[in-house]
């Protein structure tokens, strides 16, 4: 390790140890704890050095605002609509309906009298401190192909704080996510085939629907894809870390977030402070190609900085009680697909090959050079299984053209 490495250890060290000792040391450690939130909101853990920052911030700021204004990364919008949760949350969601071809009169059904049936509508769930803005390009693929939901989890995006957490100091579970699920496709398919598609979190809030209903799944869920996820052993995740720091972070984690979601807007501003390293951490627990768009790595660092730090603390503790490896079962009989990047820090790859040895039918695919958002670092890929997932569901015609994906790399104009 180098000098500077060693010093950027040792300094995050006595940040972590300042932040759980008394109020008044708050306003020294908050940047490096802004920095240490940056790793959690990035579903990394604390510990991690990276080499000091050698740009100057004015230059750096000037960057980030230009890639800012020219992005066009979760610039699609759909139909607005808001469903409840159990506690009362408010869950907004975006429906993209299917669009006739211009010119060209939808085909008359008459089916001894009766409507034509539903159209197949998938359902997207994002992952952690993300929002449903995570799917741009799987969205821009689809859009007018076939019918989709894009939801945001109970406080994230533009869904409300949730409310058994505000007003009960209630736990954030997976169980909770699963419910709040069933509430959205209540709201926004009330009818019809769905197609259920999850990102990390997303595919845990997705066993969660399938263990309390399955008769949903049963009847009316036509296919599953699974992206970056696990249904169960996070606590066993060491993040590319060494065993030593692994299991210090392990017994510090709990205590340290619980004390910064207390003093949220001391923090808030201290992430603001160090912003250039928590682009760092960041693109290095979200992205494995070396030469990703710098606008779509913005693009990320914007979601996972849009993430209050009492929201990270709240949600972490329920990856480590998640166990939904039985609810897998469900989709046993459904066309799945299992997806992952192969230099996944957070949510490794053997978690989906653990899935798919529990779902032999499904499709596994490990996409080499990527890292956790694989559906933002190599939409390509991600689009083009999906697809013929769609399309061995029946959720789009063989013939349907799905295209306009882009590319993520440096080089490549974005689309």
């Known amino acids: 390790m180098s000098e500077s490495r060693a010093e950027g250890v040792a300094d995050a060290a006595a940040a972590v140890a300042s932040a759980t000792g008394v109020a008044g040391n708050w306003r020294k450690v908050t940047g490096v704890a802004g920095a240490a939130i940056g790793v959690i909101a ?6 991690v050095a990276i080499e000091r920052m050698t740009v100057g911030r004015g230059m750096r700021r000037k960057a980030r605002l230009a890639l800012d204004s020219t992005g ?38 008459r ?21 449903q803005d995570s799917w741009h390009f799987q969205r821009a693929a689809l859009r007018g192909v076939v019918r989709t939901v894009h939801w945001d989890q109970r406080s994230h995006g533009r869904s409300g704080r949730g409310a058994a957490q505000v007003q009960d100091g209630a736990p954030v579970t997976i169980d909770q996510l699963g419910r709040d699920l069933e509430a959205v496709i209540d709201a926004a398919v009330p009818e ?16 969660a629907l399938a263990a309390q209903c399955p008769e949903l799944i049963r009847d009316r869920v036509v296919a599953v894809a699974l992206v970056g996820t696990s249904s169960g052993k996070l606590g066993e995740v060491n993040f590319g870390l060494p065993v030593a720091g692994v299991n210090a972070v392990r017994r510090v984690l709990p205590g340290v ?7 949220a807007e001391l923090v808030e501003k201290g992430r603001r402070a160090v912003a250039d390293l928590f682009a760092g951490i960041i693109k290095r627990y979200s992205f494995a190609s070396r030469d990703i768009d710098p606008a779509v790595a913005r693009f990320a660092e914007r979601m ?28 046993a009989e459904l066309p799945v697909l299992v997806l992952a990047g192969l230099k996944d820090l957070v949510t490794p790859s053997e978690h989906s090959e653990a899935i798919a040895d529990l779902l ?34 029946g959720a789009v015609p063989a013939g349907a053209t799905v295209g306009g994906y882009g590319s993520t790399s440096g080089t490549a104009p974005p689309g």
């Open 42 to 47: 990035a579903g990394a853990a604390a510990g």
């Open 72 to 109: 066009p990364y979760g610039a699609l919008r759909g139909t607005p609509g808001r469903a409840y949760g159990d506690d009362g949350t408010e869950l907004y969601y975006e429906v993209d309906e299917v669009e006739a071809e211009a010119g060209v009169a939808p085909r008359r059904r």
């Open 111 to 131: 089916l001894f009298g009766r409507k034509a049936p539903a159209p197949v509508t998938v359902v997207f769930s994002h992952g952690y401190c993300l929002s």
């Open 192 to 207: 019809g085939p769905i197609v259920l598609v999850g990102h990390s979190m997303g595919g845990m809030t997705m066993m």
């Open 257 to 263: 977030l619980r004390a910064l979601g207390q003093q």
């Open 304 to 331: 996972i900085e849009g993430t209050p730090i009492d929201v990270v603390a709240e949600f972490y503790p329920a990856f480590t009680d998640h166990d939904k490896t039985e609810a897998l079962a469900h989709f």
């Open 360 to 393: 032999p039918d499904a499709e596994l695919v490990l996409v080499p050079d990527a890292g956790h958002l694989v559906m933002l670092e190599h939409p390509e890929v991600v689009t083009d299984r999906l697809a013929d997932l769609l399309t061995r569901a």
